[in-house]
């Protein structure tokens, strides 16, 4: 299990709206790689996108997704939001967290679990039985899933530890701000160079 935190700094709206590009376009390459990506977000009130968010990437190509993704991001556009503002350059940083002790056990009384087809690599075994697990916090509507193993009580173990990890990072970051996420978890982290480039309203990689 990988957990990256992902935020839009101090930047301006434009810069949250990078960001839920950002995680949209995570989510769709781990769907292509095989790797599993759950997401919790701490929304912005102005509704222009999220300020922070926190992935958790499990399963095979996890470690290079996280690599590809950790780091500076940098999305140039003119603003849809000011178009006569002269700036173009939006930023989103990405950090990948250090291990921590397990989280606090989440009553399972709030959790709602469904099985589902697992579908991706796996084998024709996964596309026949509903193996894979969805757990869904039901009070604030985070979601994970597993689904790489064969077993579906092994998959509701791995999405149930999966849900705990995000509940947990998502509290602190709403509780401590992700500056003191940061600089608490990995004291070392140091915001370089962008190391992944988009361009234009259709977030085209570069």
Known sequence: ????????????????????????????????????????????PDGAGPGSAIAILSGAGAEQLARRWTGGIVWVCKSPLRPRHPRKNWFVDAFELPPQP???????????FESFRAGGPGGQHQNKTESAVRATHVPTGVSATAREQRSQHRNK??????????????????????????????????????????????????
Request: proline letters at 5%; aromatic letters at 2%.
């Open 102 to 112: 397990p989280p606090p056990a989440v009553s399972l009384a709030d959790v709602r």
């Open 157 to 206: 173990t791995l999405a149930l530890e999966r849900l705990e990890a995000l509940l947990d990072l998502r509290a602190r970051l709403r509780e401590a701000g992700e500056e003191r996420l940061i600089h608490g978890m990995h004291r070392d982290v140091r915001r370089g160079a962008a190391t992944l480039r988009f361009e234009g309203v259709e977030f085209k990689p570069v």
């Open 1 to 44: 299990m990988i957990r990256l935190l992902l935020t839009s700094g101090h930047g301006p709206a434009e810069c949250r709206m990078a960001l839920a590009h950002v995680l949209h376009r995570l989510h769709a390459e781990s769907e292509a790689t095989g790797c599993e990506c759950d997401i919790a977000v701490v929304e912005h």
